[in-house]
């Protein structure tokens, strides 16, 4: 059993960063592979970034270049640092982990671009 908490939303204006936390409570946190996901009002939870257990990462094309997911495993810990924010970036971002057929969602937090 793992248990998520994110952490580090708010309001930002556009082209400011913000950093995501998220952290995990339970064991073998290092063996999980770890996504940021998002999802606007009306519109389906898509994948934002993924890091594997080795550290391999990948992104959705709307963010790539402005958006880093990292995680410190001492720390029970997975990041996504998101720099040049737009108001598409608008969403409540959710942290989830997977292992095999095992995945476990957190409660989400609100991110809002705006001026």
């Known amino acids: 059993q793992v248990q998520l908490v994110e952490s580090g939303g708010g309001l930002v204006q556009p082209g400011g960063s913000l950093r995501l936390s998220c952290a995990a409570s339970g064991s073998a946190f290092s063996s999980y592979a770890m996504g940021w996901y998002r999802q606007a009002p009306g519109k389906q939870r898509e994948l934002v970034a993924r890091?594997?257990?080795?550290?391999?990462?990948n992104y959705a094309d709307s963010v790539k270049g402005r958006f880093t997911i990292s995680r410190d495993n001492a720390k029970n810990t997975a990041y996504l640092q998101m720099n040049s924010l737009k108001p598409e970036d608008t969403a409540v971002y959710y942290c989830k982990a997977t292992r095999s057929a095992y995945y476990y969602w957190g409660q989400g937090t609100q991110v809002t671009v705006s001026s």
């Open positions: 890091i594997s257990s080795g550290g391999s990462t």
